[in-house]
């Protein structure tokens, strides 16, 4: 019997969506107000959800305490009040959208989930705004 357990953070961050092999009118173009070059900022809503069976001994699918202090290692202390064009190595050559941004926390989080239980991470980039990425 497998269950879902999910762990809500947040962070802000800068960014401007942009390629630097397209010209400026082609960036305006596609990306509108959002290539701003001197960056704009957003408060990312992230949900982490581990699925997987209930540990017969503990009652947990994953300590929740350990959900949490790895999200605030490995997703807040590197994304939090950062430019992500500039500060974050991940995006020295990726549009940080919403969408590689949550590819970007899902790889992070993955080498430390069990391999028996799955990983979904839900990214809000406004209230209204948001994807899903499993994998
Ligand atoms: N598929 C994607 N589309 C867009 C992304 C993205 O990451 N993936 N990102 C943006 C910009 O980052 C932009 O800053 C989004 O902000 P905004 O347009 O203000 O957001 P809302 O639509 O939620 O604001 P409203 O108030 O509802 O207009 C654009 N597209
Ligand atoms: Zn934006």
């Not at 630097?20 to 070059?37: A, E, L, M, R």
């Not at 990312?44 to 069976?53: A, F, K, N, P, R």
């Amino acid at each position: 019997m497998k269950v879902k357990v999910s762990r809500k953070a947040h962070f802000n961050a800068a960014h401007r969506l942009y390629r630097k092999d397209w010209s400026d009118d082609k960036n305006t173009q596609v990306f509108g107000k959002c290539n701003n070059p001197n960056y704009h900022g957003h408060n990312y809503e992230l949900i982490v959800s581990v699925t997987g069976e209930i540990d017969p001994e503990t009652g947990f699918v994953m300590d929740m305490k350990v959900l949490k202090d790895l999200i605030v290692e490995k997703v807040e202390d590197a994304l939090d009040h950062k430019n992500l064009n500039v500060e974050v190595p991940e995006f020295k050559d990726l549009n940080p959208t919403a969408e590689n941004i949550s590819i970007i926390i899902w790889n992070k989080l993955r080498p430390h989930i069990s391999e028996t239980h799955t990983l979904e991470v839900v990214l809000y980039e406004t209230p209204r705004n948001f994807v899903t990425y499993s994998g």
